[in-house]
């Protein structure tokens, strides 16, 4: 029987890890448990349950800093930056669309590291994440990083923790950057774009810093929620601009220029731009529970590897970021698919996830040395065995 | 300043080393005459000097994973150096290592501009990345202020800041992938051109690793497109508190400039004798600020920033009106450093950040500390993000004034650390700041980091005396302490 622990302090938890150590007794860690369709299914006896290891303990809203419990809920997080006029800007996902699960804490957060539409512009959770408190898989409490946003003293840990999936130390607390949340947003649309990669590409690349650059075929453009979108029967390249209100509105309108040349164009506003790009960013095009991939990749490439792959997919990151609904048993034609990049298997069976590696499998050597160093912090591998796969 | 004891057997095998390090590169790619060692004894921290025991100068990938491996082989140290424009020490020779140097790994190898990024070998210069690509209305974003001189790979290995990082990140927010030789001699990528690296972020982790973990041998980074239009705004204040106050309203309110500078009394007059940049006299803390995008947005930022500073009490406030205008402003910052030779025979540059509130406080301490000590501080810093570089002016031909320096420095980063910061915001802890380690790590703290060394390189022959200020081997770390778990935990709520 699965035995649920759910110590609310750190002295608690340490005092578990040593006796999981002692007792050669793996421990699954989770803290709202809505992303254990991610990684390899673990098989383990016990569970360490962070969510009660809760509480902001230190927001500066002029420091642009936040450091909370690993437990605390997210969306206490959100609420507290929200009441301030700011964000996380990697924007996190929320698994709700792909798992069926809701919640979520802060410390899952950073564990898994998945990140939003703003990637390209504003980076990803471990751009973010400024330090952390933790214990080893020694039995260990350690800290590393700090809160301030310029920091080079000692080896980067926090980049390390970031999306390593609880499989080198439990975190305790995180820090994490904030930043204040744009004045206002847009969204220019491409309908039926000439060549979506060129488009994209030329947002991208475009010094009117657009901080989110889609591409959807017009079978998923068929499931937005935003009519504009819906009812056009035409796939989109969807453009967001962020900032300044007169930033805005001038930077919508070269775009507009610039983008003039690969179809009709149109501009969604503040709702619709919200509803188009949390699509985006939690998939919410893929509910359901077929198998999902999710394939970073130069994204020069994206259009060109999507659609030699085939099948249902839509893109992210201005090409960079490719969700594709296919089998995981095609796992090995879409990894040999990408010169260079990663694919993870998103969504899939406890069976598949366990029988296929779920992320990318690395060269020998690499492979060697990511588990030198995760027996550096976990060496008799108690957290979280196998989520990540052997490399 | 205690480096590790010279190995007494590896210095008698130098003969030997010699001709093994030749057969990988021939000709003048081995050093080891001693004047030409000179050359390389020291780095931009030029209080500390030491001859290598040699100095390679390999071309290919290829040579240095033969290099690297024959050393492991023979278990002799390894320092990597880029330019050596590094001010903490990282590059400083070891009398019984090998210095690894990449200066003839100059070339540029892929532009590709639809994937927005830049493949270069690590010699390349920072400045030269943007060179190559400005013409086609591109920049690499980090821009440390020895930019024409250090390198990329010297930048990753220090995670290297400069103005524009608090709007546009450090290295390692602008890098996407390395390909690495670690000391077995193996090749190993990681990340690409791709956005994030697969697995564990090793990227992230080798980038500010101060070449312990590996040597660098090309780099993929990302580069942005230029902003329309650019802007420099000089804002003076009656007090530093002021200054202090005008920078939090401005982040505050949820404006990033592209840069924020700030400097005081001391440091201004010395600046606007090097260069003529405009900046006043009568005002005891200024402010450059960069702000940039689209015109209207640059007017937009430029008109609430007048207003934000006005609500402070500024007395002095001047606009750029031109790019030539905006480019003379920041030449006074530029030249921050050399600008000081004119006001004191020698300085010591520090290197600390703190959270941006304490600003004030960490001042009027460091005022304290600079009569305690006896010595004169000028103070420039990123306001934008806390990283401060205090000044220590002294005069090294006075016996004991160097220590005093030196004792001073410490102080002020213990303090950094006291009010929540850190030791280092660019500069990196090198050997300057080695010993220091211990007053913001735990011994658990820091084994934690070393085990990581450990991984990437079992034998501790890459860089060895830098960073950390206890030498473990990785035997010693390896060793667990748990001892009792048979507690069976009743006040644990179980489910």
Not at chain 2, 184 to 207: I, N, P, Y
Request: hydrophobic share 40%; charged share 20%; aromatic share 6%.
């Amino acid at each position: 029987m699965t035995d649920i622990l759910k110590p609310d302090n750190v002295a608690q938890i340490l005092g578990l890890i040593k006796w999981a150590v002692a007792e050669k007794s793996p421990l699954q860690v989770c803290g709202h448990d809505t992303k254990s369709g991610l990684g390899a299914p673990s098989a383990c006896e016990h569970i360490l349950d962070l969510s009660d290891l809760s509480g902001i303990e230190l927001y500066q809203p002029s420091e642009l800093v936040m450091t909370a419990k690993a437990g605390t809920p997210v969306a206490e997080v959100q609420a507290a930056l929200d009441e301030a006029g700011q964000m996380m800007a990697f924007e996190p996902w929320q698994p709700g669309a792909l798992y069926g699960t809701e919640g979520g804490t802060v410390g899952g957060l950073f564990a898994s590291a998945v990140c939003g539409p703003r990637r390209p512009l504003a980076g990803s959770a471990r751009d973010h994440l400024l330090g952390f408190e933790a214990i080893s898989g020694r039995g260990e409490v350690f800290k590393s990083g700090g809160r301030v946003v310029k920091n080079v003293t000692g080896f980067d840990l926090s980049k390390l923790m970031a999306g390593s999936m609880g499989t080198l130390s439990v975190m305790t607390q995180v820090t994490f950057k904030v930043l204040p949340k744009p004045e206002k947003t847009r969204t220019v649309l491409v309908f039926d774009p000439t060549d979506a990669q060129r488009a994209m590409l030329d947002a991208q690349n475009s010094p009117y810093e657009v901080s989110g650059v889609a591409h959807l075929p017009t079978d998923i453009a068929a499931k937005s929620a935003v009519s504009y979108i819906k009812d056009k029967g035409a796939g989109i390249v969807a453009v967001r601009v962020e900032g300044p209100a007169p930033s805005v509105e001038v930077r919508c309108q070269s775009l507009r220029d610039v983008l003039g040349a690969y179809g009709e164009v149109e501009e969604l506003h503040t709702h619709n731009s919200a509803t188009l790009w949390r699509e985006v960013r939690d998939v919410e095009f893929f509910k359901g529970d077929a198998d999902l991939w999710r394939l970073s990749v130069p994204p020069a490439e994206g259009v060109k590897i999507a659609s030699q792959l085939g099948g249902t997919y839509f893109l992210d990151w201005a090409g960079g970021l490719i969700w594709l609904q296919a089998s995981g048993e095609d796992a090995q034609r879409i990894r040999a698919a990408m010169a260079s990049g990663h694919a993870t298997l998103m969504r899939g069976s406890k069976d598949m996830r366990r029988s296929m590696p779920v992320f990318q499998s690395q060269s020998d050597g690499l492979a060697a040395l990511m588990n030198r160093v995760r027996a550096g912090f976990d060496p008799h591998t108690i957290l979280n065995p196998g989520r990540m796969g052997g490399g | 300043m205690k480096m590790p004891t010279p190995n007494a057997d590896t210095l008698k095998r130098r003969g030997e080393i010699i001709e093994r390090l030749r057969a990988i590169v021939p000709g003048e790619g081995v050093i080891v005459d001693e004047n030409e060692l000179k050359a390389y004894e020291c780095d931009g921290l030029m209080a500390y000097r030491q001859l290598p025991m040699i100095v390679v100068l390999p071309e290919t990938t290829e040579q240095v994973s033969a290099v690297l491996k024959t050393c492991h082989d023979m278990d002799v140290k390894i320092v990597p150096r880029g330019a050596g424009t590094g001010l903490s020490g990282g590059a400083l020779p070891l009398a019984d290592a090998v210095t690894l140097g990449l200066g003839k790994f100059k070339k540029i190898i892929d532009i590709d501009y639809d994937n927005r990024c830049v493949v270069v070998q690590p010699g390349v210069t920072n400045r030269a990345i943007t060179e190559a690509v400005e013409d086609a209305g591109y920049y690499y974003a980090p821009d440390p202020s020895s930019k024409i001189a250090c390198t990329i790979g010297g930048n990753v290995a220090e995670n290297a800041g400069g103005m524009h990082c608090l709007k546009y990140g450090l290295t390692t927010n602008n890098v996407l992938g390395v390909e690495m030789v670690l000391m077995s001699g193996e090749v190993v990528r990681l990340g690409g051109k791709h956005m994030d690296a697969g697995g564990l972020d090793l990227l992230g982790a080798v980038t500010g690793s101060e070449g312990l973990l590996g040597v660098i041998t090309e780099v993929t980074v990302r580069i942005l497109k230029q902003p329309e239009v650019a802007r420099g705004v000089l804002v003076g204040f009656p007090s530093v508190e002021a200054g202090g106050e005008c920078v939090a309203k401005i982040i505050g309110s949820g404006i990033i400039p592209g840069a924020m500078e700030m400097m005081d009394k001391m440091i201004i007059g010395a600046m606007q004798d090097f260069v003529d940049s405009g900046y006043p006299l009568d005002v005891e803390s200024l402010l450059v600020l960069e702000l940039d995008g689209p015109e209207a947005e640059v007017q937009y930022l430029t008109d609430r920033v007048k207003d934000i500073a006005a609500s402070v009490g500024s007395t002095y406030l001047r606009v750029s009106e031109s790019d030539e205008e905006r480019q003379q402003m920041w030449k006074g910052r530029m030249s921050a450093f050399p600008s000081v030779g004119r006001i004191s025979p020698d300085y010591m540059t520090m290197d600390g950040t703190i959270p941006r509130h304490r600003l004030a406080d960490v001042l009027t301490r460091m005022n304290e500390l600079s009569q305690q000590h006896g010595l004169r501080v000028a103070n420039v810093f990123h306001a934008g993000d806390g990283n401060l570089h205090p000044l220590i002016l002294f005069d090294a031909n006075k016996p004991g004034e160097l220590d005093k320096a030196e004792a001073f420095g410490h102080d002020i980063l213990r303090l950094c650390v006291a009010v929540g910061g850190v030791l280092t915001g660019e500069h990196g802890v090198g050997v300057e700041k080695r010993d220091l380690m211990g007053e913001m790590f735990t011994e658990d703290d820091l084994k934690q980091q070393q085990r990581l060394k450990c991984a990437f390189d079992g034998s501790g022959l890459l860089n060895p005396g830098k960073v950390y200020p206890t030498l473990h081997r990785c035997v010693e770390l390896g060793r667990l302490h748990v001892t009792d778990g048979n507690i069976p935990f009743p006040d644990i709520p179980r489910f």
